[in-house]
């Protein structure tokens, strides 16, 4: 399984962004997905997460902000981000799991900033 993240770039405050993340071969077995984020200097966090069958969880920095959805026709995950803010700065990762087995995009960076 791979997964390419895409839709990051440079946004200014209060801006919005969509990203957008595709996985490419079987994802039998999944279990959860969501994304994550790394700022500079800082270790990488959790954004949002769905558990299968579980409720969506989201960060309380993403809360009221971001919304992740799925169109599971497509295999296709996305994260719309309004009202940023420059600390949402960072480079933001896809995440699944298939079983026990957690499988990352490559990141997309995302930079908030005037």
């Known amino acids: 399984v791979q997964l390419q993240a895409s839709g990051g770039g440079l946004v200014q405050p209060g801006g919005s962004l969509r990203l957008s993340c595709a996985a490419s071969?079987?994802?039998?077995?999944?279990?959860?997905m969501g994304w994550f984020r790394q700022a500079p200097g800082k270790q990488r966090e959790l954004v949002v997460g769905?558990?299968?069958?579980?409720?969506?969880n989201y960060s309380d920095s993403a809360k009221g902000r971001f919304t992740i959805s799925v169109d599971s026709a497509k295999n296709n995950m996305y994260l719309e981000m309004i009202s940023l803010k420059p600390e949402d700065t960072a480079v933001y990762f896809c995440?699944?799991?298939?079983?026990?087995?957690?499988?990352w995009g490559k990141g997309t960076l995302v930079t908030v900033s005037s």
């Open positions: 995440h699944i799991r298939l079983y026990d087995t957690d499988y």
């Open positions: 071969g079987s994802i039998f077995g999944l279990n959860r």
């Open positions: 769905i558990p299968s069958g579980g409720s969506t």
